[in-house]
């Protein structure tokens, strides 16, 4: 009697090794029923990660001496109260280890809202994550600005401060090319056939690096710019670390670096902002599963269920699907 076992995750950008694989579920010995179980990662003895037998759900402790990604472990089937709740993570969130890579940026296609997102704006992309977890807190009836922002999600928080700084941005980027293009025009003939491809040249970069001024009279514009970009940057950054560090004491993941603590995620999130924000939104939400949505709150459809589990979802997980039995 055979199952099939199939695996979906990555670690650390590792290549898939084991899906659509055969594997027996059930072997006849002295000690009765087996279920061979394809070890998603590379773990030490003692790690713990969600697999599925007969549409549910159970916990398989790594055993003595690890496991390396793709090896088969033997053990048996599971009594009727190891079986996990899934209503209490329908997500098949992983515990211990990342879902996938980090480079696995386009694992659900190129135009998936998880890769498009990230790419364009991968603040917005890590506010979807964060709403996931956020719950509203209550407070007085006194209403006020600082109370109004404090009771809106953190994907209305993220947006409306994108909003206000896009439109400071192009509105700077505006009063810069219609001032160099008055100034151009204010040019004597001789002094715009002396500096005219200079013009241009600089022109184009500081429209759209924001980095000298082609004239004088324009410098203070653009350091503006440079600054409202440099804080654009910053903020998005330390967005990305503060989320990826909450995910990973949440689900106890170990860094990529030496650095047990915020550092690690600090130096990932500044190298590989988008990947990074890409791998957090794919660990907390099972996209296999569920549809996702960019324009949503939580980055999903409204018929997913709530990735803490709060809402019993309306279906079991399928057999069919990918992976239908083991996606941590």
């Not at 940026?105 to 979807?128: E, Y």
């Not at 700077?172 to 500096?195: H, P, W």
Request: aromatic share 10%; with cysteine.
């Amino acid at each position: 009697m055979t199952a099939k076992i199939e695996n979906a995750s990555k670690s650390k950008g590792e290549d898939e090794v084991a899906n659509d694989i055969e594997e027996p579920l059930l072997i006849a010995n002295d000690e009765g029923r087996q279920i061979s179980v394809v070890a998603p990662s590379n773990m030490e003895e003692g790690f713990t990660f969600e697999a599925a037998v007969d549409g549910r759900l159970f916990v398989v402790t790594v055993p003595k001496g690890g496991v390396l990604m793709g090896e088969t472990i033997m053990i048996p089937y599971p009594n009727e109260e190891d079986f996990s709740d899934f209503s209490a993570n329908p997500h098949s969130i992983p515990t211990g280890y990342w879902r996938d890579g980090p480079f696995d940026l386009c694992v659900h296609g190129r135009t998936h809202p998880s890769a498009c997102c990230s790419i364009i704006c991968p603040a917005i992309m890590i506010s979807q994550v964060q709403t996931r977890f956020w719950k509203q807190e209550t407070n007085s009836n006194q209403w006020s600005i600082v109370l109004w922002f404090r009771n809106i999600s953190p994907f209305k928080r993220v947006f409306c401060l994108v909003t206000v700084i896009a439109v400071a941005f192009i509105t700077l980027k505006i009063i810069f090319t219609v001032n160099t293009i008055g100034f151009y025009d204010a040019m004597s003939e001789a002094e715009k056939a002396a500096r005219r491809d200079e013009i241009i040249r600089q022109g184009l970069i500081d429209l759209f690096f924001s980095v000298e001024g082609t004239f004088k009279r324009l410098r203070p514009i653009v350091f503006a710019t440079f600054l409202l970009q440099a804080f654009a940057v910053g903020a998005t950054v330390v967005i990305i670390a503060r989320t990826r560090y909450f995910i990973r004491k949440r689900y106890n993941i170990k860094p990529y670096t030496p650095c047990n603590n915020s550092c690690d995620d600090c130096l990932v999130s500044f190298a590989l902002p988008c990947c990074t924000a890409a791998q957090i939104a794919r660990h907390t939400a099972n996209y296999h599963r569920y549809e996702a949505k960019p324009f949503s709150q939580v980055g999903l459809a409204p018929t997913a269920p709530p990735v803490q589990g709060e809402q019993s979802p309306t279906a079991p997980p399928d057999q069919d699907e990918q992976p239908p039995t083991l996606d941590p």
